[in-house]
């Protein structure tokens, strides 16, 4: 399977935004090591289907939203 390249970009500002919006998946995924993240990323754009993804859903306010840590 080829993915054209505006779709692979589209794909990865997808992950770009779901990371910004999941605080769950985020932490999960900071906790990985950097090989696991780059397979993670290769098999997600290998995937044959992609969900559309619209408007993120609004969190309750209790949730703290992740923020990558800065050095």
Known sequence: MVIEVPDAWRR???MEFV???QPAIAHAVRCLSLL?????QLQLLA???W?????PEQLPPNV??????RR
């Not at 696991?36 to 993670?40: C, K, N, P």
């Open 12 to 14: 990865l500002r997808d």
């Open 19 to 21: 990371l910004a919006e």
């Open 36 to 40: 696991d993240v780059l397979e993670l």
């Open 47 to 49: 995937q044959p289907e």
């Open 51 to 55: 969900p559309e993804f619209g408007e």
């Open 64 to 69: 703290i939203r992740f923020r990558p840590r």
